[in-house]
């Protein structure tokens, strides 16, 4: 997730960026018309020009560029990688790969809402506290740099059984959420879960990453604190300023529009004067070239030969890092971070189909995206990012800054991070990033995470005694339980290896410890439905009715289900689109994005 809040992306000029209709249901360029909303220039099932479409894939991967490259950096550490850049520049690259995958399967076969893929905070917590068991901790030696050969086999060996180990629970635990979707599961546990339970749950997928974060940062709290400034100046201050591009246009051969630089592109360009200014402290020698020295690793010239030994292309491949390996701590640890991902992502679908001017997505469409995101996590384990992958929230905000809705422009983007993960040079860029860089961009992004969760707040009553019990109860408990259990892990010894790992893992996943207690007090602790939100939360999960036009946007491509593979068995298959002739006709009602 990224700090920016994006106001206007782009006031492109008529030819690129113009949703006037002719009133035959074309558009003036000769696209076809779609039932969009008059605010969006391309809806759901307009096909912009392809340099258009190519523009915008390469910003929703600038927009998500954060998150794809922030999750392998925060895992690095625990899997024994801090001092060995190569191998993150593989794992970033990796990353970008199977996002791309994920994304084309999303756009296509999933929910088919225009909404990108990549990898999740939810995972990063329990992933965090499954390493942290005695039997993954990182040796002494591989702490201290001057011990490390990244080369050698017993280093090599060290990291990946560790990568292994998490590649085989996220590929067991996503079996859990490809059943939830296919089996139509989700539609019966949403009339649980209401605010008061993802509250807790998302704000907790950040709070306890304070500590990655400040260690980053602490590095060097200067280079830190200018990051913060600058992401913080970007996005809020200059949010408003727009500067002027030379624009080619049919009509217009030349002229200027203009651009929200610093809004559109906040993070990117912080992290980029950031890295300058460590290159100029690292050439003036500003910075201490002794290895024991307050702010060496701010020094750019310590990862200098990564660039050099990144193979131009390096194309990842299933199993790259081994067999995976499973344990029945790991796999319970991971299962609550699927979980907390299926509570964001069917949020984001329907805030996805509001800002596009699509009908709300039917329960078929629900558990057919929620079951390819568990396919999607399965390829994330098999490939080995060390994560799973769910939608990026911000990625739907930037929606209605281009003002296209067109789910080929989340083609293009998914094209584009295939072709990125191949190329060996990108990830090795990004892996070289000097660590109190990324602690400041981490301090920003991590704040922001958890006030999402604490926006679902508005719509219950916190008036309510009750209420403010059940929050603020959830989030202390699942701050103080985790620190308390990893401090004393002895303290709950069972005498059974596996229940003793099962329980440790569970307890020190904050957003699971919080997460459930929210959702265990908000169900039993008596208050009416306006009290709970419910009344208002309840509608926005509620299934669109079955038409002609929710067919279009929301079926399987190439009529199937539809028009073809129309079985009468596939009414019982609940992530089946319906066949038309039971449809009634329907006109896509825009809405206006908030």
């Given at each position: 997730?990224?700090?920016?809040?994006?106001?206007?992306?782009?006031?492109?000029?008529?030819?690129?960026?113009?949703?006037?209709?002719?009133?035959?249901?074309?558009?003036?360029?000769?696209?076809?018309?779609?039932?969009?909303?008059?605010?969006?220039?391309?809806?759901?099932?307009?096909?912009?020009?392809?340099?258009?479409?190519?523009?915008?894939?390469?910003?929703?991967?600038?927009?998500?560029?954060?998150?794809?490259?922030?999750?392998?950096?925060?895992?690095?550490?625990?899997?024994?990688?801090?001092?060995?850049?190569?191998?993150?520049?593989?794992?970033?690259?990796?990353?970008?790969?199977?996002?791309?995958?994920?994304?084309?399967?999303?756009?296509?076969?999933?929910?088919?809402?225009?909404?990108?893929?990549?990898?999740?905070?939810?995972?990063?917590?329990?992933s965090l506290a499954m390493l942290s068991l005695p039997a993954w901790k990182c040796p002494e030696w591989t702490v201290n740099a001057s011990q490390v050969n990244t080369s050698s086999p017993e280093f090599t060996e060290e990291w990946q059984k560790r990568i292994r180990e998490l590649q085989g629970a996220?590929?067991?635990?996503?079996?859990?959420?490809?059943?939830?979707?296919?089996?139509?599961?989700?539609?019966?546990?949403?009339?649980?879960?209401?605010?008061?339970?993802?509250?807790?749950?998302?704000?907790?997928?950040?709070?306890?990453?304070?500590?990655?974060?400040?260690?980053?940062?602490?590095?060097?709290?200067?280079?830190?604190?200018?990051?913060?400034?600058?992401?913080?100046?970007?996005?809020?201050?200059?949010?408003?300023?727009?500067?002027?591009?030379?624009?080619?246009?049919?009509?217009?051969?030349?002229?200027?529009?203009?651009?929200?630089?610093?809004?559109?592109?906040?993070?990117?360009?912080?992290?980029?004067?950031?890295?300058?200014?460590?290159f100029v402290l690292t050439v003036t020698n500003a910075l201490p070239a002794a290895p024991t020295a307050y702010g060496y690793q701010a020094r750019t010239d310590t990862k200098a030969n990564v660039l050099s030994q990144a193979p131009w292309f390096r194309f990842p491949y299933p199993g790259q890092w081994g067999l995976p390996t499973i344990s029945l701590a790991g796999v319970f640890g991971i299962t609550a971070g699927v979980i907390s991902s299926i509570v964001e992502s069917i949020g984001d679908y329907y805030a996805c189909a509001r800002l596009v001017g699509a009908p709300p997505p039917p329960k078929h469409a629900i558990n057919r995206g929620i079951g390819i995101e568990g396919l999607a996590c399965l390829l994330a384990g098999a490939w080995g990012t060390g994560n799973g992958t769910t939608s990026f929230s911000q990625n739907i905000a930037a929606l209605s800054i281009t003002k296209v809705g067109s789910r080929m422009v989340i083609v293009a983007a998914g094209c584009i991070l295939l072709v990125l993960g191949v190329f060996g040079k990108i990830g090795a860029a990004f892996a070289t990033i000097p660590p109190p860089v990324i602690g400041g961009m981490f301090l920003v992004m991590f704040g922001v995470i958890a006030a999402v969760g604490i926006s679902s707040l508005q719509y219950v009553d916190m008036n309510s005694s009750r209420n403010i019990f059940i929050f603020g109860f959830s989030i202390f408990c699942g701050l103080t339980i985790p620190n308390w259990v990893n401090k004393n892990p002895e303290m709950l010894q069972t005498g059974i290896l596996q229940l003793d790992q099962v329980i440790l893992v569970l307890l020190t996943t904050d957003m699971f410890v919080g997460g459930f207690l929210g959702f265990l007090l908000d169900n039993t602790i008596p208050g009416s439905p306006q009290e709970r939100g419910l009344l208002t939360w309840d509608p926005i999960h509620e299934e669109s009715e079955e038409t002609a036009k929710v067919s279009e946007v929301y079926g399987l491509p190439c009529g199937i289900g539809t028009k073809f593979c129309t079985s009468s068995y596939t009414r019982y298959l609940p992530f089946w689109p319906r066949p038309e002739h039971h449809r009634k006709g329907f006109k896509i009602v825009a809405s206006t994005p908030v």
């Open positions: 997730m990224t700090s920016c809040e994006h106001p206007d992306f782009l006031q492109q000029d008529d030819n690129m960026l113009s949703s006037q209709d002719d009133g035959q249901g074309k558009k003036k360029d000769g696209q076809p018309g779609s039932p969009s909303s008059s605010h969006l220039a391309y809806g759901i099932l307009d096909v912009p020009p392809w340099y258009l479409c190519i523009f915008l894939g390469i910003q929703h991967f600038l927009t998500a560029l954060g998150g794809l490259v922030a999750v392998p950096l925060i895992l690095a550490k625990d899997l024994c990688l801090q001092h060995d850049s190569l191998t993150k520049s593989y794992l970033i690259s990796t990353m970008f790969f199977v996002s791309g995958v994920c994304t084309l399967l999303q756009v296509l076969l999933g929910v088919r809402l225009p909404i990108l893929q990549g990898g999740s905070f939810a995972y990063v917590a329990p996220i590929m067991v635990a996503s079996c859990v959420q490809i059943l939830a979707g296919f089996t139509g599961l989700i539609g019966f546990l949403m009339r649980f879960i209401g605010p008061l339970t993802v509250a807790p749950t998302i704000s907790l997928v950040a709070l306890p990453l304070f500590h990655s974060a400040g260690n980053d940062a602490g590095i060097q709290w200067g280079i830190a604190l200018v990051t913060i400034i600058l992401i913080v100046l970007f996005s809020q201050y200059l949010k408003n300023v727009a500067v002027p591009i030379p624009i080619y246009g049919r009509e217009k051969k030349g002229h200027t529009s203009k651009l929200y630089l610093f809004q559109d592109f906040c993070v990117l360009l912080a992290l980029c004067i950031s890295w300058l200014l460590c």
